[in-house]
């Protein structure tokens, strides 16, 4: 089993383990103290990659990319510019960040919007699973 350590979206450290990740007891997560990402950048994310609508798969990942390409106060584009201005948040930042913004952070419109950046667009990588899951941009600077 790998043990890999993030500071912010950068690896800092990987480390082998015997056995399996079922063998071990502690949960390691991030740290609750950790404050919320400054904007690395006050600019504009780029613009949304070019993708012709026939070429997503699914209605709702189609309709979010639509939303995202169309009016940059949508959700999708307004989560879009979020994790472009700090380059990496975690799921637990995303979801307060969701908050103080009046969405409901485990809705199928921030899912939609997190599914449509990693798969559509290519912008995002999702690193790690529930509140510990890191969202890094690797789209365009």
């Known amino acids: 089993m790998k043990l890999v350590i993030y500071e912010g979206a950068e690896q800092v450290e990987r480390i082998n383990l015997p056995g399996e990740v079922g063998d071990y ?6 740290d609750d103290r950790t404050q919320f990402p400054k ?18 798969e699914k ?23 979020a994790v472009f201005q700090r380059e990496y948040l975690t799921r637990k930042q995303l979801d307060e960040w969701a908050k103080e913004n ?6 199928g419109g ?12 290519e912008e995002i990588q999702r690193v790690g ?7 890094i941009w690797i789209g365009e600077r």
Do not use: C
Not at 102 to 107: A, F, M, T, V
């Open 59 to 81: 209605q709702n990942n189609r309709e979010g990319y639509r939303r995202m390409r169309d009016n940059p106060e949508s959700q999708p584009a307004e989560i879009r510019q």
């Open 39 to 56: 904007k690395k950048t006050k600019a504009e994310p780029p613009e949304v990659p070019k993708i012709h609508l026939e070429n997503i």
């Open 129 to 135: 699973s529930d509140d510990d899951q890191r969202i």
């Open 102 to 107: 009046g969405y409901s952070p485990r809705s």
């Open 110 to 121: 921030v899912q939609t919007a997190l599914i449509v950046l990693e798969t559509v667009t």
């Open 25 to 30: 007891d502690i949960i390691i997560h991030s």
